[in-house]
């Protein structure tokens, strides 16, 4: 885990921002799964609150099936809980799905975090936006996409909804649908371009995150979703 620092804690909720943003860290697959969770102390330090606050977010992380015991150590789950269903029909009718619950799901989130976020979550999301250059692989693109709207999403303060969103985008990252149309020979022009696009709609995306203009977010996050999911539809083979 790095020792990058949590965002700070408000009096109000203490337990539930604490599992919102271990949650983020598990999602994001900064806590892999079947490693060991940071000590109740630790945590405790880390954040600067009570034991008894990271004891109760812990269990909540355990009821929800991300955290599980292991004697007296807690570890991420070695198979996170997960929506599960099956593709039907083709691999691009099944990627066009995962992306229409995307568009469902995501927008208005996006706008509920970019209405409530704190200064340091928004300092934290401009600083992710500069990684996304004309460098990036497509290994390097796609880890990088994931911990960027699962940090916005995170800002949304709702760990229920945080939870979902985290299933959804899992789902997608991990179907095999989606990645071979990526990674096919003949795709490889097509898919530099999106990732070009893409990483210029993450910037768009950040800037609207910084400002706080809750529309304008709405608008941006629907753009590019529609966008990625027409080039994955229409112009990959």
């Known amino acids: 885990m790095s020792e990058e620092p949590f965002a700070p804690i408000s009096r109000t909720t203490v337990s539930s921002q604490i599992r919102a943003q271990l949650l983020e860290r598990v999602t994001t697959g900064e806590l892999a799964p079947g490693s060991p969770m940071p000590s109740e102390r630790e945590l405790s330090e880390r954040f600067g609150v009570a034991r008894t606050s990271v004891r109760e977010a812990m269990q909540g992380l355990v009821s929800m099936g991300v955290v599980e015991r292991r004697g007296n150590r807690s570890h991420v789950a070695e198979h996170l809980p997960e929506i599960v269903f099956d593709p039907a029909g083709e691999g691009k009718s099944f990627v066009s799905g995962l992306f229409e619950t995307r568009l469902v799901l995501e927008v208005p989130l996006f706008e509920l975090a970019t209405e409530r976020a704190s200064a340091e979550e928004r300092a934290h999301v401009a600083v992710l936006a500069k990684r996304f250059d004309d460098l990036l692989d497509l290994a390097g693109f796609r880890r990088l996409d994931r911990e960027f709207h ?9 760990p229920l909804l945080i939870e979902l969103y985290g299933k959804v985008l899992d789902r997608l990252f991990r179907s095999g649908e989606f990645s071979a149309l990526l990674t096919a020979e003949d795709n490889r022009s097509e898919v530099d371009r999106i990732i070009e696009k893409s990483s210029a709609a993450h910037r768009e995306i950040a800037d609207t995150f910084v400002s706080g203009d809750v529309k ?3 608008e941006a996050a629907r753009r590019h979703l529609r966008e990625v999911e027409r080039s994955m539809v229409y112009e990959l083979d």
């Open 150 to 158: 699962t940090t916005i999403a995170a800002c949304c303060g709702n």
């Open 216 to 218: 304008a977010m709405g």
